[in-house]
Nanobody, 115 residues
Framework: QVQLVESGGGLVQAGGSLRLSCAAS????????MGWYRQAPGKQRELVAM???????NYVDSVKGRFTISRDNGKNTGYLQMNSLKPEDTALYYC?????????WGRGTQVTVSS
């Protein structure tokens, strides 16, 4: 099994920055893709950003130009640099990984942006 643990969330004022990390551990053969989803209270989970092992990235339109996803394949760790944060970015952020032909999820880290 693969375990994902997120860190780096917290409280920040609008316009500020946070960097989220996702550390993968366990019986990992390879991680084909890593990404970040978020879910605000009363709303469905939303894909924020995704990166393949080869470095191809995708972002939801609302974060383009503000967020940057990256990964360190050697450390099995993913990152999400979040700049120019807005109150509407407030959500529980979940790490996602595609590994060993299965989907894995972290338990989430809270990001709160105050106005």
């Amino acid at each position: 099994q693969v375990q994902l643990v997120e860190s780096g969330g917290g409280l920040v004022q609008a316009g500020g920055s946070l960097r989220l990390s996702c550390a993968a551990s366990g019986s990992i053969f390879s991680i084909n893709a890593m990404g970040w989803y978020r879910q605000a209270p009363g709303k469905q989970r939303e894909l924020v950003a995704m990166i393949t092992r080869g470095g191809t990235t995708n972002y939801v339109d609302s974060v383009k130009g503000r967020f940057t996803i990256s990964r360190d394949n050697g450390k099995n760790t993913g990152y999400l640099q979040m700049n120019s944060l807005k109150p509407e970015d407030t959500a529980l952020y979940y790490c996602y990984a595609r590994a060993n032909f299965h989907d894995y999820w972290g338990r989430g880290t809270q990001v709160t942006v105050s106005s």
